[in-house]
């Protein structure tokens, strides 16, 4: 019996897929922990020897980026070391896959065509996953600010102190932005002011509506203005543009809907009208 070039590396491939999975499990497996528990832990926790031989592989302005990207999606936990290494893990499940199919179809161009196409769609899953996360994450945002800005604006004109009102607010919020302020508010009480930490709160989501409430926090402090009425006029413009964005989204439905058309409605409704007229044409005459 011959054997393809390609049937040696079947036990590796397996050993390999064995091993990606068994990380990928403990991964899985891994506790849930809050966003303020797993920022904690990174500053106390000592630095791994291998994340910095990596740290020194990754160009120091990429991973300045891919960090911010990280906080953006609430990925605290991972550092850009480790989203990296994920990427290879990823890329090696990718190979393998791609090396069973081109035994499958006995190597070739098409096997060398099939084994890099795997390889490259696996490598870009932790990054496709990452903006998938922070596309949730700002949507998430922008759901709840509204809500909070009403219930901090209310809060503040009622005479309750700043710190105090954001507290009460955080309370009564939910997802991302209750994380991101209790963060905040746990920065101040540590000592730090309340405008680095608001400043922080906005560099870290990346989101212009938090950026914007931010800023006018900040400016009311320093002048000395309404922030209440400050408030609820931000509040306001923010529906309004999340009101003007689900228009747009709204207006782009039907260009958004041709593709599904042609592709799925339009070959059933040629089959309707035009399948009878073939059936007839093409029954033999007796």
Do not use: C
Request: net charge positive.
């Amino acid at each position: 019996m011959t054997h393809t070039p390609f049937t040696q590396f079947v036990p590796y491939a397996i050993v390999a897929m064995g091993v990606g999975a068994v990380f990928l499990l403990t991964t899985a497996a891994m506790p849930h922990r809050t966003a303020l528990t797993r920022r904690i832990e990174k500053l106390d926790a000592p630095s791994d020897r291998r994340e910095l031989i990596i740290q020194q592989i990754v160009n120091s302005k990429a991973s300045s980026t891919l960090a911010q990207r990280l906080a953006e999606a609430g990925w605290y936990g991972v550092t850009p070391a480790a989203m990296k290494i994920r990427g290879f893990v990823a890329m090696g499940v990718g190979a393998v896959l791609g090396l069973i199919l081109a035994m499958l179809v006995h190597g070739g161009i098409l096997g060398l065509i099939l084994g890099g196409f795997f390889t490259l769609v696996a490598w870009r899953f932790p990054a496709i996953g990452l903006s998938r996360a922070i596309k949730l994450r700002k949507e998430e945002l922008g759901r709840e600010l509204p809500d909070f800005l009403d219930l901090l604006s209310t809060t503040v004109q009622a005479g309750l102190a700043l710190n105090a009102a954001m507290l009460q607010a955080a309370d009564a919020t939910f997802g991302a932005l209750r994380e991101e302020l209790y963060a905040t508010l746990t920065e101040v009480k540590l000592g730090r002011s309340r405008s680095e930490a608001l400043i922080a709160l906005a560099d870290r989501v990346n989101e212009p509506a938090v950026r914007t409430m931010v800023t006018a926090i900040v400016q009311a402090e320093k002048l000395g203005s309404n922030l209440g009425g400050a408030l609820q006029e931000l509040a306001k413009d923010t529906r309004d543009r999340r009101w003007i964005l689900a228009e747009e989204r709204a207006a782009k439905l039907p260009v958004t809907m041709i593709i599904p058309m042609a592709l799925f409605m339009l070959p059933s409704l040629y089959l309707m009208i035009f399948g009878p007229v073939a059936a007839l044409l093409l029954r033999p005459h007796t």
